[in-house]
């Protein structure tokens, strides 16, 4: 054997940072993985979560708005069609009356 020269038998056991890592160190460096990506996705849905419940009371708040005009445009539609402004329309500005009794006629099939 060469003076200079270590075999590759007298270099693994010189420095053991060259051995393959035990199974324990790839089980605990798999599960601090696992614990990081598990992590990661709960701050992802808790994120997702508050922006979908942001968007929900928005549009609450827009629905209860639409249903607030809804119900001010049926007032109005009930006071725009009540039979004594279209009666009073019809005076006003159609000048229709009502007929006298002499001015009816009954058409008999």
């Known amino acids: 054997m060469m003076?200079?020269?270590l075999s590759p038998r007298m270099?693994?056991?010189a420095w053991p940072a060259n051995r393959r890592?035990?199974?324990r160190?790839?089980?605990v460096i798999g599960l601090v993985l696992a614990c990081l990506i598990t992590a990661m996705a709960v701050v992802n849905?808790?994120?997702q979560t508050r922006a979908q419940?942001?968007?929900l009371q928005q549009l609450e708040r827009e629905r209860d708005q639409l249903q607030?005009?809804?119900g001010q445009l049926l007032l109005e539609e009930s006071a725009w069609s009540s039979p004594a402004r279209i009666e009073r329309l019809a005076v006003e500005r159609l000048e229709m009356r009502l007929p006298h009794v002499n001015?009816?006629?009954v058409i008999r099939p």
């Open 3 to 5: 003076q200079g020269r």
């Open 53 to 55: 419940y942001a968007r």
């Open 21 to 23: 890592p035990s199974w």
């Open 68 to 70: 607030t005009e809804w």
């Open 103 to 105: 001015e009816v006629e």
């Open 25 to 27: 160190l790839l089980l």
């Open 11 to 13: 270099l693994r056991a």
């Open 45 to 47: 849905t808790s994120h």
